[in-house]
């Protein structure tokens, strides 16, 4: 499982990348927060907009508002074990610490 869990994050890693090829902008952040449910509302407002910007979870809903889906995204860069692995467990981002996820 240790090279599926690598396979993952690799392509995880890549897909967030994209959002290098555009501004992350406070909208996007208040939008995403009007998105999340209430209690984890807080938990975000209190880290804020710059500290987001390295959230997995904010950088996703920026690339699917744009069109980049994450789906088929790793379906193409993934092989069908690790595909399955990544669908079965909540599209996680592998071994991918929360927070560090660097633009």
């Given amino acids: 499982m240790p090279d599926l869990l690598t ?3 690799h392509a995880a ?3 967030y990348a994209q959002t290098n090829d ?3 902008t406070a909208t996007d952040f208040y939008d995403w927060l009007g998105a999340l449910p209430d209690a984890r ?3 975000v407002l209190a880290r804020g907009f ?3 910007q390295a ?3 904010f950088l996703r809903y ?3 508002c744009r069109g980049y889906a994450m789906r088929p995204f790793m379906a193409e860069r993934l092989s069908v074990d690790a595909y399955l692995l990544w669908a079965a ?3 996680f981002n592998g071994d991918l610490p929360a927070h560090t996820v660097s633009r």
């Fill in 13 to 15: 890693k890549a897909y």
């Fill in 89 to 91: 467990h909540g599209e």
């Fill in 22 to 24: 555009f501004p992350l």
């Fill in 62 to 64: 920026c690339l699917e």
């Fill in 50 to 52: 710059i500290t987001s």
């Fill in 55 to 57: 959230e997995p979870d």
């Fill in 7 to 9: 396979e993952i994050t």
């Fill in 41 to 43: 509302q807080a938990e």
